[in-house]
């Protein structure tokens, strides 16, 4: 009797795929900051430490279009699959979905048959997006039970309202907009879900008029920018509660949701306080039936000399941390956070959430620190930013490259794009890998993806 059986990098609970197999390869989006006519690619990387090509570019893939920025991208399928609720089974971890922020092209790459060389096998024009969902500026993609999700900035104009829409499992085409009942909800960036309490949570940054020429100082300093995070009925599709951090707190970015499901927590960062130019954490979570939200932790501005810093940064004589991104291990036990303003890497213990403690933390990069790596000699430019952590939580890889428009403000000189690895001591801790560093030139890197899962592609229904 024929047996069926999922994809076998599908886990049913987050304890469970902490025991997948080490990650060998690694997919990183490379973009071309230099205007000459040369797309932008999804890179493969070697991260097998047996491999004779460890820590080296493998795989090449450009897209079929020029004139873009590739930003965030995911699975088409995970472990969100193993829900009781899910209607599509069936479906493999088998097609990377990637997004265009600029040109708002979503390119499908099927990774099966050769996953050192994936294939382009579908490009979703920008006029399909907005002839269906009225959205443009695709950026974030989580694999639902039921769909997959994809964030997005704005209308094809430019202004809001940001949202969220959704493509067919199966033929990838795009369904149409989300939401169904927004209320005041405008400003957008990032998204994901509690799947145990049937409730989405979204973030806030900016309208792609207000982000795609970089930070704009006049709307900045009149607090334009997205501060709340909105409370959504997955289900239902409607929002039931928006949560401020406050006006002075701007740009509401990455969503780290607890990956056990009968935790109703996470965190998301604050990128800067108008008040004193520090970063923060928040912590959201659900008390007595009401959904609640107050900061965790607060990493401050450090003083600089003027003329170490760009134009943008003089008036204040200090360097923002300027958090642009987290990540939260599978085992919800240790929280990073990518300073990549001050060129470090934070790791805490968030065992107890509400009281998180800093257990390690790595130099490289940064705007005035200029931190070298033990693979290269002399100081390195860009500072951590995206960041993604293995399944079983003990490695860490980043990259350095935030945006094209943010690094041509904060990093005027230009940054050398690079990635690099990290070690992580179970107890608490981390160090580089002196074997890991991969050089992308005058290219720059963005998001990385592990192949069979990481801590920030997969939702689990079961504890």
Request: proline share 9%.
């Amino acid at each position: 009797m024929a047996t069926w059986r999922p994809d076998p990098t599908f886990y049913p609970s987050p304890r469970l795929a902490m025991k997948a197999p080490p990650e060998k390869l690694a997919y990183v989006v490379r973009i071309n900051p230099n205007g000459d006519g040369r797309p932008d690619a999804m890179c493969v990387v070697d991260v097998d430490p047996s491999s004779s090509t460890y820590g080296e570019v493998v795989g090449v893939t450009e897209m079929p279009y020029t004139g873009g920025e590739l930003h965030h991208f995911g699975w088409n399928a995970c472990s969100s699959m193993l829900c009781p609720n899910a209607p599509h089974p069936h479906v493999e971890r088998r097609y990377l979905v990637v997004p265009d922020i600029r040109s708002s092209h979503i390119t499908l790459l099927d990774t099966k048959d050769d996953p050192t060389a994936p294939r382009v096998v579908k490009v979703i024009e920008p006029e399909e997006l907005y002839e269906r969902a009225y959205y443009a500026r695709p950026h974030t993609v989580h694999c639902g039970p039921d769909g997959i999700y994809i964030s997005a900035f704005g209308t094809p104009e430019g202004d809001g309202p940001g949202g969220i829409f959704i493509l067919d499992h199966d033929t990838f085409e795009v369904l149409g907009r989300w939401e169904i009942d927004r209320g005041d909800q405008y400003l957008h960036y990032d998204f994901w879900w509690h799947l145990g309490y049937d409730t989405m949570i979204t973030s806030e940054w900016g309208t792609p008029r207000m982000v795609e020429n970089g930070v704009l100082g006049e709307e900045l300093l009149a607090g334009k920018y997205g501060h709340r995070i909105h409370i959504w009925d997955l289900h239902r599709r409607r929002r039931l509660q928006a949560l401020d951090l406050g006006p002075e707190q701007q740009m509401i970015l990455e969503l780290r949701p607890a990956h056990d499901p009968t935790k109703a927590y996470g965190f998301v960062n604050s990128v800067v306080s108008l008040k004193d130019l520090s970063s923060s954490i928040w912590l959201w979570y659900r008390h007595n039936g009401e959904w609640k939200i107050q900061k965790v932790i607060e990493i401050p501005a450090e003083p600089a000399e003027e003329d170490q810093l760009p134009d943008i940064l003089k008036p204040f004589k200090a360097v923002p941390p300027l958090v642009a991104d987290i990540d939260l291990s599978v085992d919800d036990r240790f929280l990073y956070v990518s300073c990549w303003g001050t060129g470090e890497l934070r790791q805490y213990d968030v065992s107890n959430p509400f009281e998180p403690k800093l257990t390690g933390v790595l130099q490289i990069g940064g705007i005035v620190r200029r931190a070298g790596h033990p693979a290269v000699s002399g100081p390195l430019n860009g500072g951590p930013q995206m960041v993604e952590v293995s399944r079983d939580g003990r490695r860490i890889y980043f990259t350095n490259s935030l945006y094209l428009p943010w690094d041509a403000q904060f990093y005027p000189d230009g940054i050398r794009g690079w990635m690099v690895k990290v070690d992580v001591d179970p107890e608490g801790g981390m160090s580089f890998d002196p074997n890991f560093f991969v050089d992308f030139g005058d290219q720059r890197a963005h998001q990385i993806r592990l192949q069979g899962g990481d801590a920030s592609s997969d939702s689990y229904c079961y504890p």
